[in-house]
Structure formats: structure tokens, C-alpha cells
């Protein structure tokens, strides 16, 4: 049964209330290695947005006319996988020839997204909540404005936490921990105010 | 049945994807014919676009250096490019400076031909030749140098500077599927216009290196492409002090060779040669008995850790020590000195400091990274 939420509420829930990053933690290990530089951090946020909302949309015509009409839910993750690789070959090779500029900012991130557990874990979100076609493609774009705007949050924080006197134990990646806990928190007081499943 | 159903459609997903992805290849990458303009339409090439500058200019027969074959690790094989071809790349910042930025210079290897573009090159590119050659003799000189002499079929002659280099193709080979490319100094003279030999040492884990000490053999047919390079004698009548370590024997061979049969031996040459200990050492009989034949010329190997069993009564501690007390008091300081220095950017950089506190300024050099 496809859940009665407003395709547009999805879409904000999925930025602020139910932040993909925050609230379910996916896609830490380029979080924490990219945010060190706040223009590299754009970039990503706007390769994954990208590709998060393509390939969700890609997936779930896989998932309704080929995975559930054979019986083949057990080979879902695989399935998702290799779509989202083809995906991000073919948007690599679009990208290069349509916006050579375009491809400067994103060209190296766009290999680095095929592995990203973020962009699984949408794909499988969407599943496990049954949404609708428009529903799923709100919802991952919305999931990946949000991811895009975690990792600047980060980005900012920690150019600031670089002039703080850090204790020495806590230097690079102990602070940056702490940092994504404290801004978890304060995510954390938006949810559950708008359903998402 | 059911049991197929499975692979059957995730092959036929996954096929469909990949003839997808073919087909946005196909369409996306086609750049069609695209014309290279040389030197202001000194030279005017049509060719297929899409491939980087580098090896569509290879395979036109215009062979610009690179040590590295096209990996964007060297930085060697700068074009300046006179027409918009985009940013610089990430790959390609590190190796440029300002002026170069500013003169709009390129790395070859990292820009794409996508569109017609003017670039300028050196006259003397258009020399650089690809060599067919047989491998008529391997020798080992040290316990990691091996002496490769090839005989050129085709074209059999070659005609270069004493102290420049060639780029050895090494074919695919074991688990190493592509061919590479990577420069080595010639180390015979240029009168023996038949031949080309090198002078290569084992790199632990090199790809080139591992095949020419354990795969290449007597009768090998390879290629190689050259001459490259500015590191040559200069017409002067400067005293030459030349400083090599380990391979970097090389082009200073060719070089003095080269000296004495033009019957250039009116000028003082020091040749100061590093080893760490006697099994370092090589070709010691060839400069002893060219000693003999041409007074001004001085061999002047030094060991670092000379071992017991070498017997070793020649100088001892490091090339920079050793060439320090030479300068410093045995080299007559009646004439201008040039420096000529051959090895590791280690050593090189050490000597070219030693150089410059003795006021020495004209220093040619190649690296050897």
C-alpha cells in the first residue's frame, strides 16, 4: 500500500526532520573525509543530490516492473548496486561532454558516489515504505539537498574548529565525531514532526 | 525452471545496461574529425577526437616527451596551447608555474582534443622519430645494472647528442596488460649511428625495469622513440665537472666518448663518479685506459662504504664531500668551470649546493625520478 504523505511534505521531511545523514547516519565515511574543505563539500552535495534522485527514480521502475513481478526481492541490494554504477558511468560521460565545468567541480566525486550508503540506503528506503513513483523521487531529492546540507554545515563548522584549541587527543577526526553528534541533536528536535512512513 | 529465472534476468539487466552505456559512448564521446593546427598552419592534422592531445599527436607521428607515457606523473610533456581548451585540470596544477599558467602552457597527456585546436611546438619535435630495433646484447655491469644494446632496423640510423635520451616501449607483460613508455639516457656515442645503448637499473616493483632485467632477451624486437632532451655538452671552453651516480653513468658516457673521438680534448673534464661500495662500481677499465689517452680528462670514482673484500685505495665518503675537496683544492681555479650532473634529484640537488658555494652558475642536468 503506498502511504497517504504529500510528495512535497516528504521532500521537506527528508531535509530537515528525517535528514538522511543525521538521523540514519548513512554516508559518514565521505561526510567526514570531504567536509574538510567547504568547496569540495559543495561539489559532493551537488553530485550526490544528482545522482541520489536519478538513480531512486531508476530503481524504483526496476523494483515495480522487473524485481517484484519475478519474485526477486532477495537480489535487490545487488540490483541497486550495479543500476547505480551504470548511472553514475553514463551521467560521468554526459556531464564531461554537456558542462566541461560542470565536470571540473564533480569529476573526480562522481566513482567516489557509486560506493556512497547513502544513495543505497534511499533506494532501499523507498522500498521499505512502499512509496509512489513521485513520492520516491521527492523523497530522494530531498534526501540528498539534505545530505548536500549537512556536509556544508560541516564543512563551516570545522574550518572553525581548525582556529579552536582542540585538545590534542581530540584533534581531526575525535572532534569531527563530536561535532556530527552535536549537530544530530539538534536535528533530533525535529523529528517526528512530519510522518515519513 | 525458476531456478534460471534469476541470473537470467539479472545477465539480461546488467547486459542492457552495459549496451546502454555503449551506446551514450558511443554518441557522447564522438567528437568526429577535429583539425590540429601546428605552429600557426606550419602543419595542419585532421584527426579522430575524443583521445588525449598526447598520443593523438603520437600516432601522427609527432612525438612530444614524456617520460611517463601519459600518465600525468612526470609533467614532461608541456605544449603550450593557443587556442581555449577549458581550466586547468587538478592533474595538472601541480606541475606548472606561474609564467607557464600564465603563457597558457598545458600538460599533453591531460587535455582532450574535442574541438579544433592551435598549439605551438619546437621545430626540433619534428626530428623525434619511432625506432624499430633488435636487442643484440643484455650485459650485466653491476649487480642491478644491466647494459641494453640495441641494433636499429627501422629506420637503422639515428642521429642524437651525446647525453640525450630515448623513450624505451616496454610491450604488456605477466599481469601488466597495457605497453608503457619511460625514458632512459643513451650511453653510446652518436658516431656508432647503428646502435642505441642503455644503461638500466633494477627499480624494486618497476614495470620497465622488471622487464628489462627479467623478461627481455638476445633478440627482442622493440621499439623506442627519441631523441629527447637538453642535456648535452655545451661549445665552450669551460672546464667541464661532471658528477653521475648508479645509472646515471649514462649520457655522461655517450658524452665523453663522444668528446674524444671529435678530438675535443683540449678541455679539462673531471669525472667524479658515487658508489656506495667496489660492486657499485662499473666500466672502470674504459675510464682508466681513456685517462691514459687523454691527459686532460680525470676519473675520479669515490665509494661511500667501501666494504673489506673491495680493496679500495681511491677516494672515500660521499660524492659532495669528495668533489668539495676537489674544488676546493686540487681543480685549478684559472678557468671557468661548467658543472654537468647525472643521477638521483637527491645527489643532484646536493651538488648543484656544493656548486653554487663555489660560485660555479653554468650547471646542466638531468634527473633521474
Known amino acids: 500500500m ?3 504523505i504529500n510528495p512535497f511534505l516528504l521532500f521537506f521531511a527528508s531535509i530537515f526532520t528525517s ?25 559532493l552535495g551537488m553530485a550526490v543530490t544528482m545522482v541520489m534522485t536519478i538513480t531512486t527514480a531508476v530503481n524504483w521502475i526496476v523494483e515495480k516492473y522487473i524485481l517484484k513481478p519475478f519474485g526477486l526481492d532477495y537480489l535487490r541490494y545487488i540490483v541497486y548496486i550495479i543500476v547505480i554504477a551504470a548511472v553514475v558511468q553514463m551521467l560521468e560521460m554526459i556531464i564531461d561532454r554537456i558542462s566541461p565545468n560542470l565536470y571540473m567541480v564533480l569529476g573526480i566525486f562522481l566513482p567516489l558516489i557509486t560506493v556512497n550508503c547513502a544513495i543505497l540506503g534511499v533506494a532501499l528506503f523507498m522500498q521499505l515504505r512502499n512509496y509512489g513513483f513521485v513520492q520516491s523521487v521527492f523523497f530522494a531529492f530531498g534526501s540528498g539537498l539534505g545530505w548536500w546540507l549537512a556536509i556544508v554545515l560541516l564543512a563551516a563548522i570545522r574550518k572553525r574548529v581548525d582556529n579552536a584549541p582542540v585538545p590534542a587527543p581530540l584533534k581531526g577526526i575525535g572532534i569531527t565525531l563530536i561535532t556530527i553528534g552535536i549537530m544530530a541533536m539538534a536535528f533530533m528536535g525535529f523529528a517526528g514532526m512530519i510522518k515519513v512512513q | 525452471m525458476s531456478v534460471f529465472i534469476a541470473p537470467l534476468i539479472v545477465a539480461g539487466l546488467t547486459t542492457a545496461l552495459a549496451i546502454v552505456i555503449t551506446i551514450v559512448d558511443a554518441i557522447v564521446n564522438n567528437y568526429g574529425e577535429v583539425q590540429i593546427d601546428i605552429n600557426n598552419g606550419k602543419r595542419v592534422l585532421k584527426v579522430r577526437g575524443g583521445a588525449p592531445l598526447l598520443t593523438t599527436l603520437s600516432s601522427e607521428g609527432i612525438f612530444v616527451p614524456s617520460a611517463c607515457g601519459g ?18 585540470l587538478p592533474t595538472e596544477i601541480p606541475y606548472m608555474s606561474k609564467e607557464e599558467i600564465a603563457k597558457n602552457i598545458r600538460l599533453s597527456c591531460q587535455i582532450k582534443v574535442k574541438k579544433p585546436i592551435k598549439i605551438e611546438l619546437p621545430e626540433e619535435l619534428f626530428n623525434i622519430r619511432k625506432f624499430k630495433g633488435i636487442v643484440e646484447s643484455l650485459k650485466d655491469v653491476t649487480y642491478d645494472i644491466k647494459e641494453v644494446r640495441i641494433r636499429l632496423v627501422e629506420p637503422a640510423e639515428i642521429s642524437f647528442k651525446a647525453g640525450q635520451y630515448a623513450q624505451l616501449v616496454i610491450p604488456p607483460y605477466d599481469n601488466i596488460r597495457e605497453s608503457t613508455q619511460r625514458a632512459y639516457s643513451i650511453s653510446s656515442p652518436p658516431s656508432d649511428k647503428n646502435h642505441v645503448e642503455f644503461l638500466i637499473r633494477l627499480v624494486p616493483g618497476g614495470i620497465a625495469t622488471t622487464y628489462v632485467h627479467k623478461y627481455m632477451k638476445e633478440g627482442d624486437v622493440l621499439e623506442l622513440v627519441g631523441p629527447f632532451g637538453d642535456f648535452y655538452m655545451r661549445d665552450t671552453n669551460a672546464d667541464m665537472i661532471m658528477v653521475a651516480g648508479g645509472s646515471g653513468m649514462a649520457p655522461i658516457k655517450s658524452i665523453l666518448l663522444d668528446m674524444y673521438e671529435r678530438g675535443i680534448t683540449h678541455r679539462r673534464v673531471w669525472y667524479f663518479f658515487g658508489a656506495r661500495s667496489g660492486r657499485d662500481l662499473y666500466y672502470l677499465e674504459l675510464f682508466r685506459e681513456l685517462e691514459k689517452h687523454w691527459p686532460n680528462f680525470k676519473f675520479i670514482p669515490a665509494l661511500s662504504e667501501p666494504r673489506p673484500e ?18 676546493e683544492s686540487i681543480i685549478p681555479k684559472d678557468n671557468s668551470k661548467e658543472g654537468y650532473l647525472c643521477g638521483s634529484p637527491g645527489m643532484i640537488n646536493a651538488c648543484i649546493q656544493v656548486f653554487e658555494r663555489f660560485g660555479i652558475k653554468e650547471v646542466y642536468y638531468d634527473k633521474f625520478a
Open chain 1, 2 to 4: 503506498i502511504p497517504d
Open chain 1, 19 to 43: 535528514n538522511i545523514l543525521l538521523t540514519n547516519f548513512l554516508g559518514m565515511c565521505s561526510f567526514i573525509s570531504i567536509s574538510r574543505d567547504l568547496s569540495s563539500s559543495n561539489g
Open chain 2, 71 to 88: 600518465r600525468g606523473s612526470c609533467g614532461a610533456c608541456k605544449v603550450k596551447v593557443l587556442s581555449d581548451v577549458g581550466p586547468y
Open chain 2, 310 to 327: 673491495d680493496n679500495w685505495d681511491g677516494e672515500v665518503g660521499l660524492i659532495t664531500t669528495v668533489l668539495e675537496r676537489y674544488l
